[in-house]
């Protein structure tokens, strides 16, 4: 009689410790999507925001009041190894104001003799900023396919939200980096 409560406490155990497992599985391939999802929501880690054009003229409006502080924005472009891409931007460097608009252009070349499609990844340093950049228009948003030779003027179009402007985190901020990376798409 005794060895009964015991196979129950075996059983549940086992039970229990399969759940557990089985939890911290979906956890694993749960991770990468709830991470995107809270460095998009925060600007956690350098994640820039994605904006619609009605964010983008309320933004306009507070430039054109006086807003005032400038940023000088960095471009920096990269490709994965074995990519076989040439990416660039066109200007290294430009200045603006906060809320202003601005557009800057990258280009890219397939180098090879296939067609390839890339993905960019892209990142704002310093960390804090990421969270008042916003992108408007961005080849990040979609998969890009060159063919062999191609080239194509990629243009990103974005701003510096108002609020910067009242950020503590933000007053010895000076420069922004916009930095993007294209990977082979497989």
């Known amino acids: 009689m005794a060895s009964v409560p015991l196979q129950q406490r075996n059983l549940r155990t086992g039970l229990?410790?399969?759940?557990?497992a089985l939890a911290m599985l979906g956890l694993g391939f749960a991770s990468v999507p709830l991470y995107r999802l809270f460095c998009e929501a925060t600007g956690f880690g350098g994640t820039t925001q994605r904006a619609s054009l009605a964010d983008a003229d309320l933004a306009a409006q507070f430039a054109a009041s006086g807003g005032g502080r400038q940023f000088s924005i960095r471009f920096d472009a990269n490709t994965?190894?074995?990519?076989?891409?040439h990416f660039a931007p066109r200007q290294t460097?430009?200045?603006?104001?906060?809320?202003e608009r601005d557009m800057v252009i990258?280009?890219?070349?397939?180098?090879?003799d296939e067609p390839i499609t890339g993905?960019?990844?892209?990142?704002?340093?310093?960390?804090?900023?990421g969270v008042h950049f916003n992108k408007i228009q961005c080849?990040?948003?979609?998969?890009?396919?060159l063919q062999p030779g191609e080239s194509v003027a990629m243009p990103v179009?974005?701003?510096?939200?108002p609020a910067a402007a009242d950020d503590p985190n933000m007053k010895d901020v000076e420069q922004i980096t916009l930095s993007y990376t294209f990977h082979r798409k497989e």
């Open 16 to 20: 229990l410790a399969l759940l557990a």
């Open 80 to 85: 994965a190894r074995g990519m076989g891409w």
């Open 93 to 99: 460097t430009d200045r603006i104001t906060i809320g």
């Open 106 to 112: 990258f280009d890219a070349r397939n180098d090879t």
């Open 119 to 129: 993905t960019a990844t892209f990142n704002v340093e310093p960390a804090q900023a």
């Open 139 to 145: 080849f990040c948003f979609t998969e890009q396919v």
């Open 157 to 161: 179009l974005f701003f510096v939200d």
